[in-house]
């Protein structure tokens, strides 16, 4: 394993001890070389209560910043169908810019609350 991978698994497991004395749901983001993956973890992280990728049958997405912006806003509709409004961001070691904000930012539209 990279020594980049390393670091970035690190900094995840650092904030999510924090997450995790918060007692909320988890949003959590994972970007591979050819998808974008969002799921919301119950509190316990146990249980997925909604998911959404590039990856599912109907979507047709790519890769990119205007895919993210579609899962932001899917996997929030998901969550609030499920009775989820409230939930940390959990942004796995990844930096704050590109797919993980633009994801982040079209959830807080579509009616999560982080």
């Keep these: 394993m990279g020594i980049k991978n390393t670091s970035r698994l690190r900094r995840a497991r650092k904030t999510r ?52 912006e579609e899962i932001g806003k899917t996997i929030a509709e998901r969550a609030i169908k499920n009775g989820v409004k409230n939930v940390v961001f959990d942004r796995s070691g990844y930096k704050y810019h590109g797919r993980v904000k633009a994801l982040a930012e079209s959830a807080r539209a579509a009616g999560l609350e982080f």
């Design 17 to 68: 001890l924090r997450i995790k004395d918060q007692d909320l749901h988890r949003l959590t983001v994972y970007k591979s070389s050819k998808h974008f993956y969002a799921q919301i973890f119950d509190s316990s992280g146990s249980t997925v209560v909604a998911s959404a990728s590039t990856n599912e049958k109907d979507s047709g997405l790519k890769n990119n910043v205007q895919a993210a």
